[in-house]
Structures are given as C-alpha cells and as structure tokens.
C-alpha cells in the first residue's frame, strides 16, 4: 500500500475541522458549493463521485482522491467503473496537453528565428 488512505482521510477531516473553527464562513461556503449538484439530481450521486475521482486526479488532490473514491465505494461503484473514469482523467489529461503543446508551438513560432 502506498498511503493509509483511510488514516489520511481521517487526519485531513481533523485539519480541516480545525479550519473551520478559525474560519468557519470559508468551511460553510465550500460545503454548500459541494452540495450544490445533489440538489438538481440530474446525475445519480454515484455518477457524481466518479466525475470527482477523475477531476481529483487531474487536479493532483490526494484529499479529494481518498474522499471521493470512499464516496463513490459507498454509492456502489465498482473497481470497472472507477478504473473506466481514471481512463477518461488520463485521456483528457493527455488532450491537454496535447493542446497546450500546439500553444506552446505557436508562441516558439510567433518570431522568425532570427529573433532573440
């Protein structure tokens, strides 16, 4: 095992519950925002934790990886459907990037050369 995913969890809601104790309008603000999309029930809250798994992981969010995939584990996913939403992460993370190179391309391209 790479990390105690369960004792990072449980040490990150302890980190954060401190935080809102010193801000709590902060805390309140995120946890409304969070709840926000389970109020239209347009997507199943299964769906919902395996959109966030896949932004998790393209945001680089331990937090959020160890939150949502507990999430979504209780909502029913499977090791398929989670392993189906990290190939969807890694191909958009790939498509970004292969955007971001034909920019960058374009801004190496923007001058001649002879430029400096």
């Known amino acids: ?7 990072y969890r449980q040490e990150l809601s302890k980190r954060i519950g401190d935080l809102g104790r010193l ?4 805390v309140r603000g995120y946890r409304e925002l969070s709840d926000a999309g389970s109020k239209t029930a347009h ?3 299964k769906t919902r934790e395996l959109i966030a798994i896949a932004v998790g992981v393209t945001r680089q969010c331990d937090g ?9 584990r209780k909502q029913g996913a499977t090791a398929e459907e989670v392993a189906e939403t990290l190939g969807v ?17 374009d801004a190496f391209l923007s001058k001649p050369a002879s430029e400096p």
């Open 23 to 26: 801000t709590p309008a902060t």
């Open 64 to 72: 959020c990886i160890t939150t949502h995939v507990e999430a979504a």
């Open 1 to 7: 095992m790479i990390l105690d995913w369960d004792g």
């Open 43 to 45: 997507l199943d809250a």
């Open 89 to 105: 992460a890694i191909a958009i993370n790939a498509g970004a990037a292969l955007v971001y190179s034909a920019r960058a391309m």
